[in-house]
Structure formats: structure tokens, C-alpha cells
């Protein structure tokens, strides 16, 4: 059957080389639900507006839920001469009603209202769907932190040896930028739900005093558009969902970055659980990080999409192109993404193993504690300009001697600076010279003071 919704002005058909081109149901389908919500709900505003009778309207209620059952059990399905998801169904409630009631529905809707609609909707969907997936990452961090609630590690920056932390501070710091993720998919759902674009028709809204509110009430959204050249034609609402999953896979990526190199013979702090790493075809000792690995690939590929779909849409005049048919499988692309690599990675998280012995070992090495000698010695009065400087000098005479700052007695410490004499004595510089003493002075908000960081996972458990 020819499924075109155009035909009437063309004496011929369209070239098979056309119709080939201008397909898409083979990505679309799966937006065959909400386009079938949204044609239950302009049935219903149809029969409001007088234009549907009463029998009508019920036989045609009737049909949606017949067709919405075939095409959720895979008895209806698109064929070779369905234009797109829309041209489709249609040619199923025709099939069902009749062409005369079955054509009813499209009175005071076009597809372009339809998709931008319906896009919408699919994509709220799919947003509480990755928030639940990123919500379960971001537990996996915070009980991961939880568990390992004051073992040390050497903080770093330039990847340097910088200040020793505790690994918890150091794992709820990859948690939070997952948490805005949270946050930016809400705030993305609020604006976009307060703009259902059913009722823009083709363009420039409908002539038939149909309700666009009460469709979009019915929908789920908060609001419909207020201009229906926008409503049709603009996809912000598509890139920034994009952008906000590119987001989440750089975010992801960072973490995954981390555990590929703790994973290293050189570093050693952490081991991968069996079920969550693969071995080598040919090297039988190999077990490889490949989760992590594919999470930092996959980011590039996220990043691809939004970068993709910004070059669509530069450019395009209003109203609707045919070029926004390119707006779907990209984001598509970016949901199917996330939610296959989210689960196999909280998983991974959640499974780790950390090698808390090594990491307190390496916690104070690299000289790690001299920003402790020069902030003991501001609590001495000595000004930090002066403080610098001689701790500085006291990392130099460990280098030369191939020592650690501990190893300095006191008698070199006397001999670096009247400053740090009596430095065994109580209240001494050799006091802030341990790990535990270097974190624990940490105690300000945002710091890496147990006490501290046992708040922190409190607060981002409440953001959850
Ligand atoms: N399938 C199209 C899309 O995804 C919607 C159809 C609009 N087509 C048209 N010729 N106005 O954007």
C-alpha cells in the first residue's frame, strides 16, 4: 500500500531512489508509542473542537489502542513504502478504521508538530532513564568512599605528588561533577517540558480551534509553545540533551582515565573483579581494564554527536527542513551509549578492589608533606613568603641526600633555620611530618579532614 500523506498534487509516485533516501523508519520506530500517545490526545481535542462525532471519536479510541497493542506486540510493523514512523502509523489506523475514519486524525496536525512533540517526550523519558543510571554510579562512588573512609593516597596535581588525601575526598570528587549531570537533566526537563509544540501544524499554528494545552496537559508537559514557527523548527532542546550526555561520558571518562592507570603494575591501587575486566587471546597473564577503556572511548564518540548535531542545525532557516531528520539518530546514539556503558561501569566502581596499603605507603613520598613545614611555620608567625623558601630548602637537602623530609634530624632541621630548631619537641615541625597529621589539619569546609569528608558523603547523598 502507498503510505504517502502527499500524493494528491503528483501525477506519479516517488522514484525508488527517493523513497530509499527519504526513509527513516529504520531509526524512527522507536518513537511509534509517543506518537501514538500524541494521536490519542488530538483525537481528543479534535472531539472537543466539534470535529470528531461521538461514535467517531470512541471507534477512533478504539483504533489507536488496537494499532498501539499491534505495535507494541511486533504484529504491525513499518513497510518498505512507509515514509517515516508517522506515515506508518497512519497507514495502520487506516487499515484498522477505514481510510475515511482512519484520515480523520491528521485535521490540525502535521508531522512537524508531531516529531517535535514526540521527540520531546521520548526524550524526557530516556533523561529519568539515564539520571537513574547515573544516580546508580554515582552510589557506587559514595559506598566505594564510604568503605574506605580514612585510608590516605597521594593527591595529585600535573599528576605530581602534590598533598596526601584521603582516598574517599579523591573518589567523591569524580561524584560530583555526576551530580550536576543530574541537576543540568533536570533543569534540560523543566524547559523542555513547558513546551509542547502540538498545534504549530506545519508551521503556523491551526485554523481549527483546537486546544494545545489540553494536548500538552495530556502529554505530560507543563505547557505548549507560544510561537509555532519555533516550536517546530527549533532543536536546542535536542543538542542540549546531546551535550548533557557528552557531559556525563566525559565525566565518566575521567574516572575511567584514573582507573586504567591505578590499574598499572607501577601504580598497583587497585584490582579489577573478574566479572568486570577481560584477558588476552594471546597473553595468558593479561587482565585489562576494558570497561574503563571503552568509557574513554565511548566520551569521544558522545562528544562526535553534539558536534554532529550543532553542524545540522547551524544555519537552518526557519521553519521546518528536511534536513532536522538528521536530528535523531545521533541523540539515539547517545542514549543507546550510556545506557549499555553506565550499568557496566558502576559495576566495575562498585566491584573494586583498592590496594589501601600501597596508597598509604606512596601517601607521603615525592616530598608530599612540605606544604605542612611551610603552614607549621605560619603558625609560627614566620610569614608564608619566608616559610616557602625554607621548606624549599628542606626538600633540597632531602634530594641531595636521597632522603624523605622525616629522615632530616633535628639537628638539620636547627641547621636549616633557627625556625624549625626542637623540632622532636611537642608542638614541633616532626608533629605535622605523618600523613594522618597532614590530613587531619585539612579541616575546613571542602577539605580532606575525615570528619569533613564524612560530611561531604552526607551531603551528596541528600542531593540524590
Ligand atoms: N520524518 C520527518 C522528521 O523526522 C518528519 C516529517 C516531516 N516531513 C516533511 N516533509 N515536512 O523530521
Not at 238 to 252: H, L, N, P, R, Y
Not at 293 to 314: C, F, Q
Not at 373 to 393: D, K, M, T, Y
Amino acid at each position: 500500500a502507498d503510505s504517502r500523506l502527499w500524493g494528491g498534487r503528483f501525477a506519479s509516485g516517488p522514484s525508488p531512489e527517493l523513497t530509499e533516501l527519504s526513509r527513516s523508519t529504520h531509526f524512527d520506530w522507536r518513537l511509534a508509542p509517543y506518537d501514538l500517545a500524541g494521536s490519542r490526545a488530538h483525537a481528543r481535542v479534535l472531539h472537543a473542537a466539534g470535529l470528531l462525532s461521538d461514535d467517531d471519536y470512541t471507534a477512533m479510541t478504539e483504533g489507536i489502542a488496537a494499532l498501539d497493542g499491534d505495535v507494541r506486540s511486533g504484529v504491525f510493523r513499518p513497510e518498505p513504502g512507509d515514509e517515516d514512523v508517522h506515515s506508518a502509523l497512519e497507514r495502520g489506523l487506516m487499515e484498522r478504521l477505514g481510510a475515511d475514519l482512519g484520515g480523520r486524525l491528521r485535521a490540525g496536525r502535521s508531522r512537524n508538530d508531531q516529531v517535535a512533540t514526540l521527540f520531546r517526550a521520548y526524550l524526557r523519558d530516556h533523561a529519568r532513564q539515564v539520571a537513574s543510571l547515573v544516580r546508580e554510579l554515582v552510589e557506587a562512588i559514595a559506598g566505594q568512599a564510604e568503605r574506605h573512609l580514612g585510608a590516605p593516597m597521594p593527591g595529585r596535581t600535573h599528576l605530581q605528588h602534590a598533598q596526601p588525601v584521603l582516598l574517599s575526598h579523591h573518589l567523591l570528587a569524580h561524584a560530583w561533577p555526576l551530580v550536576r549531570d543530574l541537576d543540568r537533566l533536570r533543569e534540560w526537563d523543566v524547559r523542555v517540558g513547558a513546551e509542547s509544540p502540538y498545534g504549530s501544524g506545519a508551521l503556523a499554528g491551526s485554523s481549527l480551534g483546537l486546544d494545545p494545552e489540553a494536548v500538552a496537559a495530556d502529554l505530560g508537559f507543563t505547557g505548549s509553545a507560544a510561537n509555532s514557527i519555533d516550536g517546530t523548527s527549533s532543536r536546542d532542546f535536542v543538542s542540549e540533551f546531546a551535550f548533557v550526555t557528552a557531559q556525563i561520558g566525559v565525566d565518566v571518562s575521567r574516572l575511567a582515565e584514573e582507573i586504567i592507570i591505578w590499574n598499572t603494575k607501577e601504580f598497583d591501587f587497585v584490582t579489577l573483579h573478574d566479572g568486570y575486566s577481560t584477558g588476552s587471546s594471546i597473553m595468558p597473564q593479561k587482565k585489562n581494564p576494558d570497561i574503563a577503556e571503552l568509557a574513554r572511548g565511548k566520551a569521544g564518540r558522545l562528544i562526535g554527536n553534539v558536534s554532529g548535531l550543532l553542524a545540522t542545525l547551524k544555519a537552518l532557516p526557519l521553519a521546518y527542513n528536511r534536513d532536522l531528520q538528521e536530528d535523531k539518530e545521533p541523540v539515539f546514539d547517545s542514549i543507546d551509549t550510556l545506557e549499555v556503558l553506565l550499568p557496566a561501569f558502576t559495576g566495575m566502581v562498585a566491584t573494586l578492589e583498592f590496594n589501601t596499603a600501597r596508597m598509604a605507603e606512596l601517601a607521603p613520598q615525592g616530598f608530599a608533606l612540605a606544604t605542612d613545614i611551610a603552614e607549621w611555620l605560619v603558625r609560627q608567625g614566620v610569614p608564608f613568603r619566608v616559610a616557602h623558601e625554607l621548606s624549599g630548602a628542606c626538600v633540597r637537602a632531602c634530594e641531595e641526600r636521597g632522603i624523605e623530609l622525616w629522615d632530616l634530624t633535628d639537628e638539620d632541621f636547627a641547621a636549616l633555620s633557627p625556625h624549625l630548631a626542637g623540632a622532636s619537641e611537642p608542638g614541633g615541625v616532626r608533629e605535622v611530618l605523618t600523613v594522618g597529621g597532614s590530613i587531619a589539619s585539612r579541616d575546613g569546609r571542602g577539605g580532606t579532614a575525615q570528619a569533613r569528608v564524612t560530611e561531604q558523603l552526607a551531603e551528596l547523598r541528600a542531593r540524590l
